[in-house]
């Protein structure tokens, strides 16, 4: 049987701060949002005192000042470059990884060469104590959505260390009857909603449905998810390796539409942020994917993509923008309601490299090289300050997004986002 194991960081942007702020220590301590809106992290401390995750901060500023928080504003730069880190430890430990997120990573052990999987899990957590300094929680289970739970297991319960494994078992059936199901992996609100009414409202439910009752109301995701909560291991770890040859940006939106505005308000701004990884890269891209999902409550499910391949490889946002509405324009379906939207920019050159200039079908080079000059202006002073200062005009400010923006209380479930976070 295979063993996975999911590595996720306590408290992250707040550990992340801590770093450099040893004196905070066992200090109630908290992270805002972009703009100081919401609370975003929490150090247990905070969380001790009531703090809730995700409240906005005039709600929390009586406590705040009666149990002298601790207050850091969103430094995302610095929870890159300590992300980046972590992965790499385990990177340098595991068989696979999947850098999941921010601050998770799925990752492989080889059982055979293992006496002790949980003493290994032991080791990797103290090693990226020492080497990065943030501490984590590792669960191993196997199957990635029995590890979430497991870590989640071991992060509430000191007395774990920092490591829990599951194996099928009355432990397990105890834990998953004690496990509301909304807060099973892949089960979102309005899936959790939807199992609650049918008298479904723990994880050991949902394993105990049968096949094809999962099938029929929860599509095959949500019969993966019951074979999963078995110990059969369907959703395999899919490697993320550093060198970037593709950029993706996608994400699930925090309630489904069947407007288009708001979708290529989404667009818009995944591309912008593509555009920008890439750009910090030296890259230009000369293929963009654009791709939208249907909800699985309205099957079937479809998820059109729609595509473009430049003349000449393209890193100027407008271009790339342009480019991606009216890919989405084709797509779009009216009527459909669409839960999710994503880009991939590919096929990468290096920005320095001279196209060659073919008369009509790519930009004089002297045009070439206003743009290019304008897009590091422009990223310059984005760098410097704070993300978005300069953005196109159909871009919203963060958190200012018509509907397709992001719920507080979901991590946004695909691997390969780079820069949403
Ligand atoms: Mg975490």
């Known amino acids: 049987m295979p063993l996975i194991g999911l590595c996720d960081c306590n408290n992250f942007f707040v550990s992340c701060e801590r770093l450099f702020r040893p004196d905070l220590k066992d200090r109630p301590v908290i992270v805002l949002s972009s703009n100081d809106g919401c609370v975003i992290s929490r150090s247990n401390e905070a969380k001790a005192i009531g703090i809730p995750m995700g409240e906005p901060f005039f709600k929390v500023e009586g406590i705040v000042k009666a149990y002298k928080v601790h207050v850091f504003s969103t430094n995302f730069p610095l929870y890159e470059d300590i992300s980046k880190r972590v992965h790499a430890v385990i990177r340098a430990h595991a068989p696979e990884t999947e850098d999941y997120s921010v601050d998770e990573s799925f990752f492989s052990l080889d059982i055979a060469a293992l006496r002790s999987p949980e003493a290994y899990a032991r080791t990797l957590g103290e090693t990226i104590r020492r080497w990065v300094g943030v501490p984590v929680s590792i669960g191993l289970a196997p199957t990635k959505t029995l590890a979430k739970l497991a870590a989640e297991y071991a992060k509430k319960h000191a007395e774990t260390n920092g490591v829990h494994r599951l194996e099928p078992g009355a432990e397990l059936d105890a834990l998953l009857e004690r496990t509301p199901v909304g807060d099973v992996w892949g089960v979102g609100r309005r899936y959790a909603d939807f199992l609650n009414r049918c008298n479904t409202g723990n994880a050991r439910k949902l394993r105990d449905k049968p096949d094809d009752w999962l099938r029929r109301h929860l599509t095959i995701r949500g019969l993966q998810t019951g074979w999963e909560l078995r110990g059969v291991s369907c959703i395999p770890i899919r490697t993320t390796d550093p060198p970037q040859k593709s950029i993706q940006v996608s994400r699930s939106f925090g309630a489904p539409t069947t407007m288009i505005e708001p979708i290529r308000e989404a667009v818009t701004t995944f591309v912008s942020r593509g555009a920008e990884k890439m750009r910090a890269q030296g890259m ?130 695909e691997t390969t986002e780079h820069s949403l976070r």
Not at 287 to 301: A, D
Not at 319 to 327: I, P, R, Y
Not at 330 to 343: C, D, H, Q
Not at 350 to 364: V, Y
Request: aromatic share 8%; proline share 8%; net charge neutral.
């Open 284 to 413: 230009r891209a000369r293929v963009l994917h654009v791709y939208i999902t249907t909800s699985r409550f309205h099957p079937p499910v479809t998820c059109p993509v729609g595509r473009m391949t430049f003349e000449a490889p393209a890193s100027y946002t407008p271009t790339l923008v342009t480019a991606a509405l009216d890919v989405l324009d084709e797509i779009f379906v009216r009527g459909e309601w669409y839960v999710k939207a994503g880009i991939g920019l590919s096929e990468f050159s290096e920005e320095g490299q001279r196209q060659l200039f073919l008369p009509g079908a790519s930009l004089d080079p002297q045009e070439d090289d206003r743009r290019t000059r304008y897009m590091e202006a422009v990223d310059r002073i984005n760098r410097v300050l704070g993300q978005d200062a300069i953005r196109p005009a159909a871009m919203p400010a963060r958190g200012k997004e018509s509907g397709w923006g992001p719920r507080r209380d979901h991590e946004s479930p």
